[in-house]
Antibody, heavy 120, light 108 residues
Framework: EVQLVQSGAEVKKPGESLKISCKGS????????IGWVRQMPGKGLEWMGI????????RYSPSFQGQVTISADKSISTAYLQWSSLKASDTAMYYC?????????????WGQGTTVTVSS | EIVLTQSPGTLSLSPGERATLSCRAS???????LAWYQQKPGQAPRLLIY???SRATGIPDRFSGSGSGTDFTLTISRLEPEDFAVYYC?????????FGQGTKVEIK
């Protein structure tokens, strides 16, 4: 079964750093992009950025460039999203998702989401 | 960056009725790269339509997509109870994706 499994919920304080993960299984991890999507409480979906684990080619939405870092470790089929200094406004659900060229880069596989809460 | 605007924000309908959701792009989108998703509370989004009009695996045929250029439509021919959810359009271009703000389909 093709799946993406994300790390668990996080509660952090403003200014702290954080790295959340997304582990792929059931497919060739290095052959598909992995993207990250933010959903703030009660709001819509926002595309943050994407990485191609095969060569670590990374692209960011202009809204998130410089705010987060996306990386991947292909040896363990895992992608990451990290913050160096969290803000309260980073409180959200974060999903990883896999665009597929079979589906014209529609995202056919999604992780279960990681809730990040930033509060003093 | 292409901006996608969905309308209406909320659609209040009864089971069995037809739902028509609109997605308008700020500039032309390749039809090959326009997708629709369904999201229910507490769940991750699910891919419904890709390439503007093709149904993803396992999606019932009451869901259909159409459109080209800057105007796209998702139609649910007869609403089932499980179809009440939020729907998002999404476009892909030049290794960049954007989502519309969503349309909520609620029970009238």
């Amino acid at each position: 079964e093709v799946q993406l499994v994300q790390s668990g919920a996080e509660v952090k304080k403003p200014g702290e750093s954080l790295k959340i993960s997304c582990k792929g299984s059931g497919y060739s991890f290095t052959s598909y992009w992995i993207g990250w999507v933010r959903q703030m409480p009660g709001k819509g979906l926002e595309w943050m950025g994407i990485i191609y684990p095969g060569d670590s080619d990374t692209r960011y939405s202009p809204s998130f460039q410089g705010q987060v870092t996306i990386s991947a470790d292909k040896s363990i089929s895992t992608a990451y999203l990290q913050w160096s200094s969290l803000k309260a406004s980073d409180t959200a659900m974060y999903y990883c998702a896999r665009p597929s060229d079979y589906y014209a880069y529609g995202m056919d596989v999604w992780g279960q989401g990681t809730t990040v809460t930033v509060s003093s | 960056e292409i901006v996608l605007t969905q309308s209406p924000g909320t659609l209040s309908l009864s089971p069995g009725e037809r739902a028509t959701l609109s997605c308008r792009a700020s500039q032309s989108v390749s039809s090959s790269y326009l997708a629709w998703y369904q999201q229910k509370p507490g769940q991750a989004p699910r891919l419904l339509i890709y390439g503007a009009s093709s149904r993803a695996t396992g999606i019932p045929d009451r869901f259909s997509g159409s459109g080209s250029g800057t105007d796209f439509t998702l139609t649910i021919s007869r609403l089932e109870p499980e179809d009440f959810a939020v729907y998002y359009c999404q476009q892909y271009g030049s290794s960049s994706w954007t989502f519309g703000q969503g349309t909520k389909v609620e029970i009238k």
